[in-house]
């Protein structure tokens, strides 16, 4: 017994430390409910009330991001919630998109109540604005207790614009360098992957960009860095791309091939 505790005590005190995604989970339940104040669990008798709670979420950021920021984490904590109203804002543009571009939708509260694409969304839009203030690792977490809850994986370094639909959602895959207009539509079993996995391509452009008003139907899978789909075109169901679409396309899967209409 003494050989194998012995390795594992120093497995343990060798390895670099961070927080657990149960609580990055936590923390980011309650922004989410801080951004959109729709559940009746979460109510604040005076604006002091208020105050302290931000206070508090500030505090467990500052402690989440302690081990993994490139600047102080003060520093971070206090340039993460002064963007706040603006990632509100882009949110709320992804909550319209979803309204309007969804029948079933009964209103905007019920999107946010029950849609799992704009909890994803938010969720990688917060951990988007952590990565361009140099935040490692938690920024990911973020993104897969987000996963993990939707089954829409995110990478938070991926470029999305306002406007940003995911329709139902499950299985739906952005990869990290990919570049996403406004206005894009995705539904889902949708993959934005790359060609190649070399670990020597890790620097390089391996997602495809989705240009402005384009729709993508469930199954699609479009790969490579080199990729673009032209604004206004729509990808159908279950499609197989690897080269660029012109703008205005309809592509749709046949039993044979993927052709353009």
Request: proline content about 4%.
């Amino acid at each position: 017994m003494k050989d194998y505790t012995t390795y594992f005590f120093t497995i343990h005190n060798e390895t670099e430390k961070c927080v657990s995604l149960t609580r990055v989970g936590s923390w980011l339940n309650q922004l989410f409910k801080l951004l959109f104040p729709v559940d009746l669990d979460v109510q604040f008798d005076s604006e002091d009330a208020f105050k302290r709670h931000i206070e508090k979420l500030q505090t467990e950021l500052n402690s989440i991001v302690e081990c993994n920021a490139t600047i102080s984490c003060e520093e971070v904590t206090e340039r993460f919630f002064e963007q706040l109203p603006v990632i509100r804002e882009v949110l709320n543009t992804d909550v319209q998109a979803i309204y309007n571009g969804d029948p079933a939708a009964q209103s905007e509260a019920e999107v946010v109540r029950c849609y799992p694409g704009i909890f994803a969304i938010s969720a990688y839009r917060i951990a988007h604005a952590l990565v361009q203030l140099g935040v490692k690792i938690v920024p990911r977490m973020i993104t897969e207790y987000a996963h993990s809850k939707t089954g829409i994986d995110i990478h938070p370094e991926a470029k999305i614009k306002p406007y940003f639909f995911i329709d139902h959602g499950t299985g739906v895959v952005i990869g990290a360098t990919s570049e996403i207009g406004e206005n894009v539509k995705i539904y889902q079993g949708v993959t934005l992957g790359g060609l190649s996995v070399r670990k020597a391509d890790a620097d390089v452009k391996r997602h495809p960009t989705i240009e402005d008003n384009v729709v993508i139907y469930a199954g699609a899978t479009i790969l490579g860095g080199k990729t673009v789909i032209g604004e206004n075109s729509i990808i159908g169901g279950n499609t197989f791309i690897t080269k660029s679409i012109a703008p205005n396309s309809k592509i749709y899967h046949s039993p044979t091939n993927s052709k353009n209409k």
